[in-house]
């Protein structure tokens, strides 16, 4: 049985995303829990080994999207090119990308956020991919909020 300790969640989410840091960021790692609820998706992320600064007034903020690619490879300029754009089923102008979600603040290297939305179903998202970016989502920004390179990806993949 997955359990989410920190949200004191007892049931097993519909879907997960184990996520891996690129070569420059070898220590990135954590894991994305997706749980169906009758008001949408509760998604729960648990990160550590993001990148840190010395300074508490640069402590990093991390962009998070679901990327509608199927995998985590890429090349060298872009090692998970292959995880694509923004999932964006719609076609809606960013940050309503379907996949644009809530940015993680760091905080000495890890990071942690749980969120509601109903911009997708768990469904719709098994097999895109989940990209942490080395910088904050800007919001404003077309067609990807300037939010950095991809220094973490995981494929979403169901529990069943």
Request: hydrophobic share 35%; proline share 8%; with cysteine.
């Amino acid at each position: 049985m997955f359990y989410s300790p920190i949200l004191n969640i007892k049931r097993r989410p519909f879907a997960f995303a184990k996520i891996k840091g690129n070569n420059n960021y070898p220590n990135i790692n954590g894991i994305v829990y997706f749980y169906n609820l009758q008001a949408g998706i509760l998604i729960s992320i648990q990160l550590e080994g993001l990148p840190t600064e010395n300074d508490v007034c640069r402590e990093p903020i991390f962009a998070v999207h679901i990327h509608s690619g199927n995998s985590c490879t890429g090349n060298v300029t872009d090692p998970f090119a292959d995880a694509m754009t923004h999932y964006n089923p719609n076609d809606c102008a960013h940050p309503y990308h379907a996949g644009d979600l809530p940015p993680i603040f760091g905080a000495d290297g890890f990071g942690l956020s749980a969120f509601l939305t109903n911009r997708f179903s768990a469904e719709e998202i098994i097999g895109k991919t989940i990209i942490i970016h080395s910088a904050p989502d800007d919001f404003t920004t077309q067609p990807s909020g300037n939010s950095g390179m991809k220094i973490g990806c995981g494929v979403i993949t169901p529990t069943y």
